[in-house]
């Protein structure tokens, strides 16, 4: 009876773990694509940000708009820099662009 009780008690430990160890699986497959993503949001979302912010003179909230109902960039947070005409972009924990404004060609993505 012990016996019984105990490989029942294993089982329902192995039925406990294996979604844990689904969830993990499809997180560890799936994350190289997922930062890809989120390299390219957060890339866009600076550009097209900092042209907004500084070509146009928006507020940054008004460009943050802009951008609802694309893919990914729901994510993306932004920052400004006033002083260097730039703006930050990231998805949190997994990736950060900047884009800056060059006089005379608008602008330019950063290299991070």
Same mark, same amino acid.
């Given at each position: 009876? $012990?016996?019984?009780?105990?490989?029942?008690?294993?089982?329902?430990?192995?039925?406990?773990?294996? *979604?844990?160890?689904? /969830?993990? #699986?499809?997180?560890? /497959?799936?994350?190289?694509?997922? !930062?890809?993503?989120?390299?390219?949001?957060?890339?866009?979302?600076?550009?097209?940000?900092?042209?907004?912010?500084?070509?146009?003179?928006?507020?940054? *909230?008004?460009? !943050?708009?802009?951008?609802?109902? /694309?893919?990914?960039?729901?994510? &993306?947070?932004?920052?400004?820099?006033?002083?260097? $005409?730039? &703006?930050?972009?990231?998805?949190?924990?997994?990736? !950060?662009?900047?884009?800056?404004? $060059?006089?005379? #060609?608008?602008?330019? *993505?950063?290299?991070?």
């Amino acid at each position: 009876m $012990k016996r019984d009780v105990l490989n029942a008690i294993r089982g329902a430990r192995w039925l406990l773990w294996m *979604p844990l160890a689904l /969830i993990a #699986f499809y997180v560890a /497959i799936s994350w190289s694509g997922w !930062q890809r993503h989120a390299e390219l949001a957060a890339g866009l979302g600076a550009r097209m940000t900092c042209s907004c912010r500084y070509v146009e003179g928006r507020a940054l *909230p008004d460009c !943050q708009g802009d951008l609802a109902g /694309i893919d990914w960039m729901a994510l &993306v947070r932004y920052s400004d820099d006033p002083e260097r $005409k730039r &703006v930050i972009a990231s998805v949190p924990l997994m990736a !950060q662009r900047s884009a800056r404004l $060059k006089d005379g #060609f608008g602008c330019l *993505p950063e290299r991070n």
